[in-house]
């Protein structure tokens, strides 16, 4: 673990998806920490059932990342009700899980919707404040699923390796601003994630997918409420990470994650090494200068 200095004065977070599962672990953590926190979800009523109700540390507002118009307005009360925002958490998300031929284009579009579109929308709402103040803390809540592609995991992938490619971006673009932007990759957690009320499958049912659509299906009915990692757990090494000096750019969460990761970063280095000839034969024999590119982020 990197060495944190805990931090004086309160900050502030603002949570998204803070009704249930890691958000609401997210948002305990923070308060437990002694900071203040505006925790979002479609509905409020929800959030004052999961957090109990608002009072001088706890503002709770209504937000669903895919209304614009809601953004902006649960950004402005923050600022008003806080002063700033120190700590942004995108967590709100979901997965559709089924095969890509079982999806449909409007299946990716809400997906994305949520996971994609919204984050970067509540990000864009964020940052001029953080810049402003020339301080921050972003955390986007990816997946092991934004580093690992899986079969019936395809749209939550793809969004979530969205996810990291935004963030990874983003971390260079603001680090000159005092702002660190830190993709988070969860493995499986004790959430509602695989519960009927948050997961998604394929409507259509093709005949050719039967047998992996229900060994898959069958795997995820399995491991909900079966899951290792602990959303509160999830929320205090959150906590850590915002104290850290230099936080990380990507950071895994749970023994299962660091697994998977690790398998990832194995197979990437072996499958560079077993084309690494053919890889390199594709350079012309033109004069080529590179030090004529002086941007520095593609170095
Ligand atoms: N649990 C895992 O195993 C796991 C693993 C890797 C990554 N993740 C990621 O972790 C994040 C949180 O998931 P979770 O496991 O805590 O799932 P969860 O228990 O189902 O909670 C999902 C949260 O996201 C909110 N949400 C969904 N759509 C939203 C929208 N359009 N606008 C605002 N809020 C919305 C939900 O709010 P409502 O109450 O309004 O529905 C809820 O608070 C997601 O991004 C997920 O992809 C989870």
Redesign the pocket.
Known sequence: MTSHSPQASPRTWLV????????AGIVRAALDAGDRVVA????RE?LAEALGPDGENLLTLA????RPEQVQAAVDAALGRFGGIDVLVN?????HLSVFEESTPEDVQAQFD??VF?LMQVTRAVLPSMRARRTGRIFN?????GIVGGESGTLYCTS?FAVEGFSESLAGEVRRFGIHVTVVE????R???L?P??VRHGASAIADYAAVSADLKAFYDARSRN?A?D?LRFGKALVTLADAPTPPVRWSAGTDALGMVQAKITSLQAELDAWRELSASTDGDFEFRPEAATATAWR
């Open positions: 998204t998806g803070a009704s249930r599962g890691l958000g979002t979800a479609r509905r929800t937000l669903d990342v895919t967590n709100a998300g979901y997965g949520t996971n919204g809540i990816s997946s092991v699923g979530k969860p493995g499986f957690f959430t509602d994630f519960e009320t948050s899951q990692g959303p």
